[in-house]
């Protein structure tokens, strides 16, 4: 049976259009503010939906992702209440793929089956583990399966040939290609070896590549027509929300949102 994300990808390949995953810490700028700000965004056209998991290191994290981390630390979030705010969403009706994006630590500590099985029950559809190196994955990924979830394979420019191959080999859902070698971070344009970077993926595999990392305007979007299926959108989304009114937040990033899939809509 396909998941939420297969069928998310399979719509967008079927579309031939270019769709959008934004990212979006959960309990920033305030508690509250995740449950307004996503159901907007899906409105606005967001094919699937990251959910950042609050950590206090991290590392490839770029200085918006660290201050919206940071922030929604200190208004208290925690695993549980991640794990409440997908639970809601979906109660609302959000009904875009949920991918927890966090770091290793929390979940190790959590229990790799509980917080699988705890994932699972509140909605969420898969991880992205930035600091968690393939080679070191079967665990996690064995307990995401038991549950039906899956775990996002991440590249970078720098991935050899053999880590490539190996990513591909164990890839599902879509494979996150880092576009540059560095943090995340709004940049002027996309770097100029991309193109050849998802190449070399796409020669290993037919999942359905996102491309993130500096992406953040409609033609960004337009840069990755004919290389990707997806424009992964964090930072520059981050900022929009941190620069709105608290009454105006949820309204701003749909309009942020909206017009990157528009973007990703023409032909």
Known sequence: MASRLDNAFAGIRQDGRIGVAPYVTIGFPDLDDTLRVV????????????????????????????ASSYRALQNGVSVAFCLDTARALREQGVEAP????????????????????????????????????????????EALHANALQLITMLAPTSTPERVRAACAAAEGFIYCV????VTGVRSDLPPGLPAFVSRVRAETDVPI???????????????????????????????????????RAERAAAFVGALAQEGRRT
Do not use: W
């Open 39 to 66: 159901p907007a965004i899906e409105a606005a056209g967001a094919d699937v939906i990251e959910l950042g998991v609050p950590y206090s290191d991290p590392l490839a994290d770029g200085p918006a992702h660290q």
């Open 98 to 141: 949920l991918l927890f994006m966090g770091y290793y630590n929390p979940i190790l500590s959590y229990g790799l089956d509980t917080y699988a099985r705890a994932c699972a029950d509140s909605g969420v559809d898969g991880l992205i583990v930035p600091d968690l190196p393939p080679e070191e994955a079967q665990p996690l990924r």
């Open 179 to 182: 576009s540059v070698a560095g």
């Open 210 to 248: 996102g491309v993130g990392f500096g992406v953040s305007e409609p033609r960004h979007v337009a840069g990755l027509r004919g290389v990707a299926d997806a424009a992964v959108v964090g930072s520059a989304l981050t900022n929009a929300i941190a620069a709105a009114p608290p009454a105006e």
